[in-house]
């Protein structure tokens, strides 16, 4: 699993049309994937659909499907079926979210994170086997069914987001690949050191997992107006988003700046808290700012290890912004 992948734009406003121009561009600018995300607006899966319909050759992705909002068998069944409408070319990315998320808005207690991760990544690849789904765990106990078609694919690849060390570890032992977001660029090497433990306490070997980072992404030849739409996004999610967030960004040494967002942000200060995001926490966090630099910033990350850095547009990112980045950052890269 190389190259450079690309999440769907999500606009209150995106039409089914902009979401099939957006992907036949992507697939014919030769990224490797597109990458739909799930929050409390459209649903993945649908989209997912919509797209495979409208295209050929590109990767398809959920980008992220919470454990907690369905239950596994009901995933697992949902991605075989969209990897027989695409021809084989389903990802599926899964992640716990958070608490404000999962009780606020699916109404469900967020507990167990770790455990549910686990059996949900388990319980999925026994569906998708094919084969009697017996199945005994802490949380779920299945028994007596199976797939009523075969899977075109049972190996769909699964991938976990994690940004905390036991999720990452977990992600080592269970996954086919590690999804990190809002972690500075020069913390994944530290932070992979979890996911090498993991995948070697089940005797599997590191380098056979993908590290596919979530990257925000705005790059232009105005290069400032680019930064800006970077700076309010991780202002959002480090001062606004409860404390994963913000606890990643202390724990690989931007303590002063995290602070300094959240202190802003708790006291309804959002331009303060935008103005908190200096340029070394942007240029650790982002790919923003002149296409030539934009460009240097994933060549690097490719460099240092990362086999599919994914690019996530600012939802505040105009149309012409999100165009001009996509064309920008197309592959090939050195």
Same mark, same amino acid.
């Given at each position: 699993?190389?190259?450079?992948?690309?999440?769907?734009?999500?606009?209150? +406003?995106?039409?089914?049309?902009?979401?099939?121009?957006?992907?036949?561009?992507?697939?014919?600018?030769?990224?490797?994937?597109?990458?739909?995300? /799930?929050?409390?607006?459209?649903?993945?899966?649908?989209?997912?659909?919509?797209?495979?319909?409208?295209?050929?050759?590109?990767?398809?992705?959920?980008?992220?499907?919470?454990?907690?909002?369905?239950?596994?068998?009901?995933?697992?069944?949902?991605?075989?079926?969209?990897?027989?409408?695409?021809?084989?070319?389903?990802?599926?990315?899964?992640?716990?979210?958070?608490?404000?998320?999962?009780?606020?808005?699916?109404?469900?207690?967020?507990?167990?994170?770790? =455990?549910?991760?686990?059996?949900?990544?388990?319980?999925?690849?026994?569906?998708?086997?094919?084969?009697?789904?017996?199945?005994?765990?802490?949380?779920? =106990?299945?028994?007596?069914?199976?797939?009523?078609?075969?899977?075109?694919?049972?190996?769909?690849?699964?991938?976990?987001?994690?940004?905390?060390?036991?999720?990452?570890?977990?992600?080592?032992?269970?996954?086919?690949?590690?999804?990190?977001?809002?972690?500075? =660029?020069?913390?994944?090497? /530290?932070?992979?050191?979890?996911?090498?433990?993991?995948? /070697?306490?089940?005797?599997?070997?590191?380098?056979?997992?993908?590290?596919?980072?979530?990257?925000?992404?705005?790059?232009?030849?105005?290069?400032?107006?680019?930064?800006?739409?970077?700076? /309010?996004?991780?202002?959002?999610?480090?001062?606004?988003?409860?404390?994963?967030?913000?606890?990643?960004?202390?724990?690989?040494?931007?303590?002063?700046?995290?602070?300094?967002?959240?202190?802003?942000?708790?006291?309804? +200060?959002?331009?303060?808290?935008?103005?908190?995001?200096? +340029?070394?926490?942007?240029?650790?966090?982002?790919?923003?700012?002149?296409?030539?630099?934009?460009?240097?910033?994933?060549?690097?990350?490719?460099?240092?290890?990362?086999?599919?850095?994914?690019?996530?547009?600012?939802?505040?990112?105009?149309?012409?912004?999100?165009?001009?980045?996509?064309?920008?950052?197309?592959?090939?890269?050195?």
């Amino acid at each position: 699993m190389k190259g450079v992948g690309i999440v769907t734009p999500y606009w209150p +406003d995106i039409t089914p049309g902009e979401l099939v121009e957006f992907a036949r561009l992507a697939e014919g600018l030769g990224y490797h994937s597109i990458w739909v995300p /799930e929050m409390w607006g459209r649903d993945a899966f649908s989209i997912l659909g919509l797209l495979a319909s409208n295209t050929t050759r590109i990767g398809l992705a959920t980008g992220i499907i919470p454990v907690f909002s369905r239950a596994p068998s009901v995933i697992a069944q949902t991605i075989a079926t969209l990897d027989e409408i695409s021809g084989g070319r389903m990802m599926l990315g899964l992640g716990a979210s958070g608490p404000a998320v999962i009780e606020n808005w699916h109404g469900v207690k967020f507990d167990k994170p770790l =455990r549910r991760t686990r059996e949900y990544v388990e319980i999925i690849r026994m569906v998708l086997s094919g084969g009697r789904v017996d199945y005994e765990g802490e949380i779920f =106990r299945l028994k007596g069914f199976r797939l009523q078609f075969k899977p075109p694919r049972p190996d769909i690849p699964i991938l976990v987001a994690a940004i905390g060390p036991k999720n990452i570890r977990l992600t080592g032992e269970v996954a086919d690949g590690w999804i990190p977001f809002l972690i500075p =660029r020069e913390g994944i090497n /530290e932070a992979r050191k979890e996911l090498t433990l993991g995948a /070697e306490s089940k005797g599997r070997a590191a380098s056979e997992l993908s590290v596919c980072p979530y990257i925000t992404t705005s790059v232009s030849e105005d290069a400032e107006t680019a930064r800006a739409a970077v700076r /309010e996004h991780i202002a959002y999610y480090i001062g606004g988003m409860g404390t994963f967030y913000y606890n990643t960004l202390v724990r690989y040494g931007y303590g002063e700046e995290a602070g300094a967002i959240r202190s802003a942000w708790e006291k309804a +200060d959002r331009n303060e808290a935008v103005s908190a995001v200096s +340029d070394r926490v942007l240029d650790s966090l982002s790919v923003s700012g002149a296409p030539g630099h934009g460009r240097a910033i994933v060549e690097s990350c490719i460099e240092d290890g990362m086999n599919l850095p994914i690019l996530l547009f600012p939802p505040k990112a105009s149309r012409e912004l999100v165009r001009e980045s996509l064309e920008s950052l197309a592959p090939p890269y050195a």
